[in-house]
Each structure stands twice: as structure tokens, then as C-alpha cells.
């Protein structure tokens, strides 16, 4: 079983839809999760960062971590065509220099 | 979020020749530095870790002959491929990680095309 698992998708939506994003994971040492957004050619942004479990929000995206579960999600509301991209899960243990796990990614587009 | 500056974004080479990549980090001081590669349609995958002053430690499979990784000060690191070939062709991103900052943020990335 792979640390880190994200169904790569494609996913394809419309313009103004809800869009929920999944990662399951195995290590409970993992304390630290992030989403990321990856534009094709370009490297990751930093979307979301949340510590521990529960939900945080910023604008349209929403993050939550279930740790007892080992599962967290990224929802994005009112989805935009600029939102097509690939979101990638990334997790670590803990501290600025722990290495971060990634998920596969999984791409989004979001049709007009 | 932190301000990290790569380039070249993009190089073609000819075959057995070599390639540097700069990473900078702006506004923070990176006492760590992580290499990634990156091939189509597949997620991030570290090559190495560095630490200011200190040599590389790479992950398995990564020739650290190959790719050479200098760390020499706080806000600069330097990713050098050496004798490049065709299948050393990818996308490399650096993230340096230090300061105050606990998330991870990345360069914008550089897509080395060997032929």
C-alpha cells in the first residue's frame, strides 16, 4: 500500500460546480497536510495548510482533515475554468525541514 | 506565501553536455533545500535533500555523481546536471524550507529537454 493515495482522475465539471478532491493516507505520523495547485509546466502552488485535524477555508476552497481516518479532502465551490490544473495532497510529519509525501495528483478541468 | 525564484525555465542541451539550475529563496533563508523531478503526468518525486554547508543526501536511485548540488549559502542553491542524456529529460522544481515556514513552497519549476 502506497503511503499516499490520490485517484488521478481526469475529472471534468462544470462552470459554477462544487469539487471535492480526496487523499487517503497510511503513516499517522503525518501532522502536516497541504494542497497544492500545479498549473501544466509550472511548479506547485500552495493552496491550502492545515495542522492536525479539522476544516479550514479561504474563499472558495475548503480543507479537511480526518485524522482518524487517515483522510483528508479539498473542496472548491462556484468552480472557475482557471481552476483547471492538477491539485496535488502532500502530507509530513512534522517540522520545516520533514520531507512532504506526495499524492499522484489528480486533474481537474472545469468546463465553460 | 514565500518568494522562491528558478531558472532557467526551461533548457535544451545537447547529449553529454551539462546543465545548471539555480534556485533562490527571497525573502527567507533556506537552511534546507529539496530537489524534485517531475516526469508527465506523475506526481513530484524527491531526488535530494540538502542543508546549508553541508553535502546532499540523495534518495535511492539518484546518482549523486550525476547531480551535483550545491548549497553554499542561505538563499542559493544550485542543481547541476552532469553529462546529460535523453532520459535525464524531465521537469526539476526546487523547495527550500527554513525560517519560520513549516508549509512547503516551490520554484517555478525548470524543463530540461536533452537531445
Known amino acids: 500500500q502506497k503511503e499516499v493515495e490520490q485517484d488521478p482522475g481526469p475529472l471534468s465539471v462544470p462552470e459554477g460546480a462544487i469539487v471535492s478532491l480526496n487523499c487517503t493516507y497510511s503513516?499517522?505520523?503525518?501532522?502536516?497536510f497541504m494542497w497544492y495547485r500545479q498549473y501544466s509546466r509550472k511548479g506547485p502552488e500552495l493552496l491550502m495548510y492545515?495542522?492536525?485535524?479539522g476544516n479550514k477555508e479561504d474563499g472558495r476552497f475548503t480543507a479537511q482533515v480526518d485524522k482518524s481516518s487517515k483522510y483528508i479532502s479539498l473542496f472548491i465551490r462556484d468552480s472557475q475554468p482557471s481552476d483547471s490544473a492538477t491539485y496535488l495532497c502532500?502530507?509530513?510529519?512534522?517540522?520545516?525541514?520533514?520531507?512532504?509525501?506526495f499524492g499522484k495528483g489528480t486533474l481537474l478541468t472545469v468546463n465553460p | 506565501g514565500a518568494v522562491v525564484s528558478q531558472h532557467p525555465s526551461w533548457v535544451i542541451c545537447k547529449s553529454g553536455t551539462s546543465v545548471k539550475i539555480e534556485c533562490r529563496s527571497l525573502?527567507?533563508?533556506?537552511?534546507?533545500m529539496f530537489w524534485y523531478r517531475q516526469f508527465p503526468k506523475q506526481s513530484l518525486m524527491l531526488m535530494a535533500t540538502?542543508?546549508?554547508?553541508?553535502?546532499?543526501?540523495?534518495e535511492q536511485g539518484v546518482e549523486k555523481d550525476k547531480f551535483l548540488i550545491n548549497h553554499a549559502s542561505l538563499t542559493l542553491s544550485t542543481l547541476t546536471v552532469t553529462s546529460a542524456h535523453p532520459e535525464d529529460s524531465s521537469f526539476y522544481i526546487c523547495?527550500?524550507?527554513?525560517?519560520?515556514?513549516?508549509?512547503?513552497?516551490f520554484g517555478q519549476g525548470t524543463r530540461l529537454t536533452v537531445v
Open positions: 502532500a502530507m509530513s510529519a512534522g517540522g520545516s525541514n520533514y520531507k512532504l509525501t
Open positions: 503513516n499517522s505520523a503525518f501532522q502536516y
Open positions: 492545515t495542522y492536525s485535524s
Open positions: 525573502d527567507f533563508q533556506a537552511t534546507t
Open positions: 540538502s542543508n546549508e554547508g553541508s553535502k546532499a543526501t540523495y
Open positions: 523547495s527550500p524550507r527554513g525560517g519560520m515556514n513549516t508549509e512547503a513552497f
